[in-house]
């Protein structure tokens, strides 16, 4: 190194105050100009690093990836009734308009699916105001209605009581759509009730991670609901590559890696009598931003848990960070990350009692005594409890007290039955243990409810299906004797 360059070193280094970045600044790209890869026009945009195109080429090649995403899976048949999903963002607005011009006149082959828009509001889980979120509502609605096609609202904290809804919209089969005036808008968030409570189960949440998974739990359970009481088939979601990258490496971060290849496939069929489809998955982030540009297509700001927040505040927020970055450098990092998940595969359970209650994902812990999830759960087993009661703990009994008297709760205590087996029965049910509750939910959605002091908070829909469960594994074990078993019956 030159006296100079020495020289030169030193003077920067002293000049720099303590705290500031010291990193070199990156040098500007000088960018030449390009032509388009098609038609040797003069290009507008790069998408990755050989592919230039055009306007009217670039168009062409986004239309064609999301028509034949939709072509090649054969799902979605002709005159068929399809939810989409609208949260105001980037890559849900770069959907419905790839739709809407998909289904209108102009169009070289229309499609001919029947959609239905909905929007749900989560203003609840960061405290926004009444006002606040009838705003965000409100511009939502204006560009769900433009396109003409049935629009629904709803809020986050109407998945608190689905059972209770579930009834007097079974009873009243009208379209409940076309909420146009402010008058119906304010009627969406007049769920006191159910907002107290979802905000008191976030509350009891320590992590974000946490969090972030329950709202996207809570979110498609509203999608499901929705589907099933209007008559919809499939849910379409505007889920781009970037997002559905940064979603695999999270769930295998959580523990959720038996689940990628329902998280990020294209069609994920969980739900027996829902599908759900991702049709631009092989969109990234890039060509989404730039086609919502080029076509002036509105979106909503909205913000979430996560926004303003530190990299670190959760894991996904940091993958996100992570992958982002490294795309930035190397733009093959996304199309890597979606084709290694490719090659996963989830066998979907046949039963629903074999499925998450949460996440209704296949159960991942039916797993022999030598695991490791069988490990950490002994482990946990005896933090609870206390030397006297570890002494006579066995692999079938599980403890939630201090190992006293007190150990086995109020909530394991079985109830009578009052009535005569004819429904006449008036006794309360017992209240759900801890263990009960984990015992019908897979590993992830276990560490999601671990900081969880009271699992009564958990919605109703969830409490239900597992007290549900619990009916019907005592009933089977009650029986059991009296059960012809199959292999021995003559042929």
Known sequence: MSTINIELYYFIMCSVQEGEDVSPARKEKIVEERTCMKCEKK???????????????????????????IGKSKLIRDG????????????SSCLLHLIQEGLSGRAHKKL????????????????????????????????????????????????????????????????????????DLTKLHRYDKAEEELRALMDSLKSVSAKEDLIKSLRHKILIDLALKKGYSKVMLGDCSTRLAVRLLTDIAQGRGAHVAMDTAFADNRCNDITIVRPIRDFSSKEVAMFNILNNVPSVFIPRITTKAADSVSIEHLTERFVTGLQAEYPSTTSNIMRTGEKL???????????????????????????????????????????????????????????DKTCQSEGQKESECCGRGDGSCQSKESKLTRDEVESALCYACRLLIKDLGDVSKLPKHILDDISQRQRRTKMKSEIEDFLLDPSNTPD
């Not at 068929?80 to 890559?91: P, T």
């Open 43 to 69: 290009a507008v945009l790069v998408t990755r690093v050989n592919d230039a195109f055009c306007k009217e080429c670039f168009m062409v090649y986004v239309t064609h990836k999301f028509r034949a995403a």
């Open 345 to 403: 595969h989830t066998e979907k359970k046949s039963s629903s009692e074999n499925q998450c209650a949460i996440c209704q994902a296949p159960l991942d812990t039916d797993v022999p005594s030598s695991s490791a999830l069988s490990a950490v759960r002994f482990s946990e087993t005896v933090s609870r409890c206390s030397s006297v009661t570890l002494s006579i703990f066995s692999t079938d009994t599980a403890c939630d007290g201090g190992g």
């Open 112 to 183: 001919r699916f029947k959609p239905g828009l909905v929007f749900i509001d989560e203003g609840a889980t960061i405290g926004m105001s009444a006002e606040e979120r009838l705003a965000n509502c409100t511009q939502v609605l204006e560009i769900m209605e433009k396109t003409g096609f049935p629009c629904y609202l709803k809020a986050l904290e109407q998945a608190m009581e689905l059972e209770r809804e579930a009834v007097t919209n079974t009873a009243d089969q009208t379209d409940t759509a076309s909420m146009t005036s402010v008058e």
């Open 80 to 91: 068929e009734s399809v939810l989409v999903g609208v949260s105001g963002g980037q890559a």
